[in-house]
């Protein structure tokens, strides 16, 4: 891999994200402003808001990169940008890396505004170090990179790259503990529960606002970035240089 | 004059051998020997024809069934031909929602080429007024004019263009093929494929292709000549015909 051609797609991917502010918006003041209205939804009842805000605090960053990353990459797919890159000087691994390290950035300043707002202004409570949310997000948004990257290659339209959501985030939502805990799952659904990412990813958010200790944190992390290197590994496998 | 130098007999630019691809079960060519020289090379056919799909084999991005591809004296595709060959498809391959400017500067960084390149080719396409401006907003003319530039970075030594000069308007159109011949006379191999066939007599050398097959490869004169016909058209259809006659 070349530090110059990874540099060359991060920047680009940047470039174009400022360009798109609707996009901009939607990574940088959505999930704020639904963290505002779980927040008056349970108005008198914080300690509802205190279990479900560090959960959507997760969500929120897998969320939002799987989709763009999944509609960008078949973009680049389809207009035959990948196509020109690949008679380039450039590996698979810049191309994953760059869009990694610029959705990445982006993941750490939508933390870092998400945690602003929930913990200072709507008085989420955390125990736990808080910069350590913000780590917790960026693995989150990697992995939803990452799972992105690879969907787009079963995708030849935007809109069918858009139907990936229900099929492949939806589940992990509903099976992450949001609305039920993993714990009292029913048997065959709490053992699906353990196979994926984002329960990992919330089981992270929830220690962090519960407890002080921030070993199992980093055991939660752990995983979420072992499921992003494997789905970096399957988006490699997607990514031909030579296409039927 | 060009002809002499369209010549396939000194070393090929480009060079294949029993090239086959199969795609979604149908063979697109079939065992192509070809040896394409220096100079601006036409490659003329009906949409369908296989033509893309030759031009991604030299590039060295499209899955070959068997056969070989050589390009400048190396197998295409190879790494050693990343910064040699410029290529555009028929999409024009860049980025709609960047300026010319940040479409060329990001390529040119992949490339490794030094930023002053950019002006340079933005001057050669003619595209100095629009270089800030979104490529989404340039017409279909400009949009291809900016993948053109891409294909330009870094002064390649093989031009590979896929239909560069579709639904241009004719000025622009003849703007773009001096163009190339003056890339040609400085050393430049130029492969362009079309699909019109009135464009062949701009072409030093001409492969006219028919259903992944070529059915005369020489100067656009002697195809004519050769076929007894006034035009190409009429070349490209004495041809089939003969073909068929064989068959």
Same mark, same amino acid.
């Given at each position: 891999m070349s530090p110059r051609v990874t540099g060359a797609i991060a920047g680009r991917v940047l470039v174009q994200l400022r360009r798109d502010h609707r996009t901009l918006a939607m990574l940088l003041v959505l999930p704020v402003a639904l963290q505002a209205l779980l927040w008056w939804v349970y108005q008198d009842s914080p300690a509802i808001f205190d279990r479900i805000g560090p959960a959507l605090l997760a969500i929120f960053p897998f969320f939002v990169m799987f989709l763009v990353t999944s509609v960008t990459t078949l973009r680049e797919r389809s207009s035959g940008t990948l196509e020109r890159l690949f008679t380039m000087p450039m590996q698979r691994l810049d191309f994953l890396l760059g869009y990694a390290a610029a959705f990445g950035l982006v993941a750490a300043v939508q933390a870092a505004v998400a945690v602003a707002v929930t913990?200072?202004?709507?008085?989420?409570?955390?125990?736990g170090p808080v910069w350590l949310l913000g780590v917790v997000a960026i693995a989150d948004a990697v992995l939803g990179t990452a799972l992105g990257l690879f969907v787009s290659a079963f995708a030849r339209t935007e809109f069918q790259a858009v139907q990936f959501l229900p099929a492949v985030v939806v589940p992990q939502i509903l099976l992450c503990g949001l609305i039920q805990p993993r714990d009292e799952l029913p048997g065959i659904l709490s053992f699906v529960s353990d196979l994926l990412p984002l329960s990992y990813?919330?089981?992270?958010?929830?220690?962090?606002?519960?407890?002080?200790?921030?070993?199992?944190?980093?055991?939660?992390?752990?995983?979420?970035?072992?499921?992003?290197?494997?789905?970096?590994?399957?988006?490699?496998?997607?990514?031909?240089?030579?296409?039927? | 004059m060009m002809a002499a130098m369209g010549g396939a007999h000194a070393r090929p630019v480009i060079e294949t051998s029993g090239l086959t691809v199969v795609r979604g079960g149908n063979t697109v060519l079939e065992g192509l020997d070809l040896r394409i020289g220096s100079g601006v090379t036409g490659? +003329? /056919?009906?949409s369908g024809c296989g033509?893309?799909?030759?031009? @991604?084999?030299?590039?060295?991005? &499209?899955?070959?069934?068997?056969?070989?591809?050589?390009? +400048? /004296?190396?197998?295409?595709?190879?790494?050693?031909?990343?910064? @040699?060959?410029?290529?555009?498809? &028929?999409?024009?391959?860049?980025?709609?929602?960047?300026?010319?400017?940040?479409?060329?500067?990001?390529?040119?960084?992949v490339l490794g080429v030094d930023a002053g390149a950019i002006d340079p080719v933005v001057a050669t396409v003619d595209l100095e007024r629009q270089r800030d401006q979104v490529v989404r907003n340039l017409s279909g003319g400009q949009r291809s004019r900016v993948g053109l530039a891409v294909a330009l970075l870094g002064d390649p030594d093989l031009l590979v263009l896929d239909e560069p000069t579709v639904g241009l308007d004719p000025v622009l159109r003849r703007d773009l093929w001096d163009l190339f011949h003056r890339l040609a006379e400085d050393g430049t191999a130029v492969l362009i494929s079309s699909h019109v066939m009135d464009e062949a007599d701009r072409c030093d050398q001409l492969l006219l292709m028919r259903e992944g097959r070529m059915l005369a490869h020489d100067t656009p004169a002697a195809v004519k000549e050769a076929?007894?016909?006034?035009?190409?058209?009429?070349?490209?259809?004495?041809?089939?015909?003969?073909g068929e006659d064989a068959a």
């Open positions: 913990v200072g202004l709507l008085g989420l409570d955390i125990m990813a919330v089981d992270a958010m929830e220690h962090l606002s519960t407890s002080t200790g921030t070993g199992e944190v980093w055991a939660d992390v752990a995983v979420v970035a072992g499921f992003a290197l494997a789905a970096l590994g399957l988006g490699a496998a997607t990514l031909r240089r030579r296409t039927e | 490659l +003329l /056919g009906p033509k893309s799909t030759l031009l @991604r084999s030299v590039v060295g991005v &499209q899955r070959i069934e068997s056969g070989t591809v050589t390009v +400048l /004296g190396e197998p295409g595709g190879t790494a050693p031909l990343r910064d @040699r060959v410029g290529y555009m498809t &028929q999409e024009s391959s860049v980025y709609d929602d960047l300026s010319v400017t940040e479409n060329l500067r990001f390529f040119a960084r076929a007894g016909a006034d035009d190409i058209e009429s070349a490209f259809l004495a041809l089939v015909e003969s």
